[in-house]
């Protein structure tokens, strides 16, 4: 069956990546986009999650399910926390991108090593790992890395720089890792330089679209 995904946006440099994945992994799936800029600006600016800024990601999803989607991937890993708050809204699944990929993270190792280039997506993604692990009964240790300068780099064009910053961090914490996440999906573009590391390295638009998929499926069947 062909499937309409919405895909949520908070950033631009979301847009193309998850699209890509889904020609990659899903290439019979129609994806519609739904962004707003202002989210992850503010976000920068304020380091704080607000809840207008929430009422404006539920306009989104909401934007979303009236173009009648039959589900939504959340792809800011900043906003995962209030996906539990916003999917009940809607008659259609709701997830974030990275949740899925966090549990594998768990399951993998006990030292995980977690890259962010955005402030805020750091300590979310750190304590989703943390609330994971507690319910798996498992002892974790993360290493938090914050690369700021990459996603401004990024922001100003400088692909390049973006990249290299990413990867020197990743073979960093490949050294005493078990398992290292890229926690947004706008830093995937940095993987596609990295070569030789025996360290896995997660990224969440494969394992959120199975995801969502297979939620789908498990739907139609009922």
């Known amino acids: 069956m062909t499937y309409r995904i919405g895909l949520v946006h908070a950033t631009l440099n979301a847009v193309k990546p998850m699209n890509d994945a889904f020609r990659q992994y899903a290439p019979e799936t129609i994806c519609l986009n739904f962004l707003n800029e202002g989210l992850i600006q503010e976000l920068n600016e304020t380091g704080n999650v607000t809840p207008e800024m929430v009422r404006r990601l539920g306009k989104l999803i ?34 974030s991108v990275d949740y899925a ?68 961090k990743i ?3 490949s050294n005493h890792c ?13 993987l596609r330089g990295l070569r030789t590391l025996t360290t896995p390295v997660l990224t969440s638009p494969e394992i959120s679209i199975k995801s969502i998929l297979s939620k789908l499926d498990h739907k139609d069947t009922r």
């Open 62 to 95: 909401e934007s979303a399910s009236l173009s009648n989607v039959d589900g939504v991937l959340l792809t800011c890993s900043s906003f995962t926390p209030y996906v539990d708050l916003l999917a009940p809204l809607f008659n259609i699944p709701v997830i």
């Open 171 to 173: 073979k960093d914490l």
């Open 101 to 168: 990929m966090l549990d594998r993270a768990v399951s993998m190792g006990n030292r995980i090593g977690l890259i962010a280039t955005v402030a805020a997506a750091g300590p979310t993604s750190e304590q989703i790992l943390k609330d994971i692990a507690e319910e798996k009964g498992k002892s974790i240790v993360i290493n938090t890395e914050i690369i700021s300068e990459a996603f401004a780099a990024l922001q100003k064009g400088d692909e390049d720089m973006h990249d290299m910053l990413i990867q020197q």
């Open 178 to 190: 078990d398992v290292v996440v890229v926690a947004q999906i706008s830093m995937i573009r940095a």
